[in-house]
């Protein structure tokens, strides 16, 4: 059974993102730059599997790192 968000850590997190959305990028930017790279070289489908990709490998880490 999955455990539910902790609203309050999940408010500050958004919160976070608001106040921040440079630092936000910032972090983000080495996965925007594969993605951009991967498109350019691969094409688009390939970017959207690697996006699913990170997207559902970064769920999964938060997921296993909670447990």
């Known amino acids: ?3 539910e ?3 309050q850590r999940a408010q500050g997190a958004l919160a ?6 440079a ?3 910032f972090a983000l930017s080495p996965a925007l730059i594969a993605l951009g ?3 350019w070289l691969l ?5 959207a599997v690697l996006l ?3 997207v559902v490998a ?3 880490a938060v997921v296993l790192k909670r447990n």
């Open 16 to 21: 976070v993102i608001k106040q921040h959305p």
């Open 37 to 39: 790279l991967v498109w």
């Open 58 to 60: 970064g769920g999964a």
């Open 5 to 7: 968000i902790d609203r």
């Open 23 to 25: 630092m936000v990028l």
């Open 52 to 54: 699913t990709v990170m």
């Open 1 to 3: 059974m999955a455990k």
């Open 43 to 47: 094409g688009a489908g390939w970017a």
